[in-house]
C-alpha cells in the first residue's frame, strides 16, 4: 500500500498567522501532488497542485515539495477564520494511473 | 458551470433494498471515480473507470457494482444494502488529455444511512 499520512490535529493557530500542515508519502515515484481543503459536510475542493521541486505559489497558499525527502507541505499565509477546514494531501502514485491516494486529513482551527 | 452532481444527496434506507446513487458531469472527462469518506479512515476509492465500459475495482468494492456506458455518467450500485455500508459517498471525475495531472473534481456528496 502506497502511504500517504498526514498528523490529524487539530492545528490551532491565531487569525493572521502562518498555518504549516504537512505530508509524507511512501512512494519514491510519485509526480503530482494535491492539496485539498474540505469544510466539514462538504466535498473535497481542490486548492493547490505541484509537479516539480520546490515551491509554488498561489495567493495566501504556497505548496512546498521535496521528493527526496518524500515530503510535501501547504503553507497559508494571513490566516483567517474562514480557513479552519479539513486539508487532504493526495498523490498519484507511479504506476496507478490516474488514482489519487489521499491521506486522512489535517483539522486547522484558525481563531480569531 | 463545469460540475460533477450526485443524486440524491441524502439518503435512509433499510438493509437489503436495492438502491442506485447516479453521478454525472459535464467536463467531457474520461476518468471517473467513486470514495466512501468515514471518521478516521478517511476516503477510500470504491471503483474507477478510465472510460466507457472500462471500470476497475479500487480499494472497498466489496458490495458494490457500477457501470459506465456513457462518457458523463458512473452510477454506483448497492444491489443489498447493510448497515457499515452507511457513509458519505463522493464521485470525482479527472481528465486524461495530455498535459493535465490527474486534478480530480469532487460532486457535493451523497449522505447514506443504512438501518
Known amino acids: 500500500q502506497k502511504e500517504v499520512e498526514q498528523n490529524s490535529g487539530p492545528l490551532s493557530v491565531p487569525e493572521g498567522a502562518i498555518a504549516s500542515l504537512n505530508c509524507t508519502y511512501s512512494d519514491r515515484g510519485s509526480q503530482s501532488f494535491f492539496w485539498y481543503r474540505q469544510y466539514s459536510g462538504k466535498s473535497p475542493e481542490l486548492i493547490m497542485f505541484?509537479?516539480?521541486?520546490g515551491d509554488k505559489e498561489d495567493g495566501r497558499f504556497t505548496a512546498q515539495l521535496n521528493k527526496a525527502s518524500q515530503y510535501v507541505s501547504l503553507l497559508i499565509r494571513d490566516s483567517q477564520p474562514s480557513d479552519s477546514a479539513t486539508y487532504l494531501c493526495a498523490v498519484n502514485p507511479s504506476g496507478s494511473g490516474y488514482a489519487l491516494n489521499f491521506g486522512k486529513g489535517t483539522s486547522l482551527l484558525v481563531t480569531p | 458551470e463545469a460540475q460533477v452532481t450526485q443524486n440524491p444527496r441524502y439518503l435512509i434506507t433499510v438493509t437489503g433494498k436495492k438502491l442506485t446513487v447516479t453521478c454525472s458531469q459535464n467536463m467531457n472527462h474520461e476518468y471517473m471515480s467513486w470514495y466512501r469518506q468515514d471518521p478516521g479512515l478517511g476516503l477510500r476509492q470504491i471503483y474507477y473507470s478510465m472510460n466507457v465500459e472500462v471500470t476497475d475495482k479500487g480499494d472497498v468494492p466489496e458490495g458494490y457494482k457500477v457501470s459506465r456506458k456513457e462518457k458523463r455518467n458512473f452510477p454506483l450500485i448497492l444491489e443489498s444494502p447493510s448497515p457499515n455500508q452507511t457513509s458519505l459517498y463522493f464521485c470525482?471525475?479527472?481528465?486524461?488529455?495530455?498535459?493535465?495531472?490527474?486534478?480530480?473534481?469532487f460532486g457535493p456528496g451523497t449522505r447514506l444511512t443504512v438501518t
Open positions: 470525482a471525475s479527472s481528465s486524461r488529455r495530455q498535459g493535465t495531472r490527474h486534478e480530480q473534481y
Open positions: 505541484i509537479y516539480s521541486n
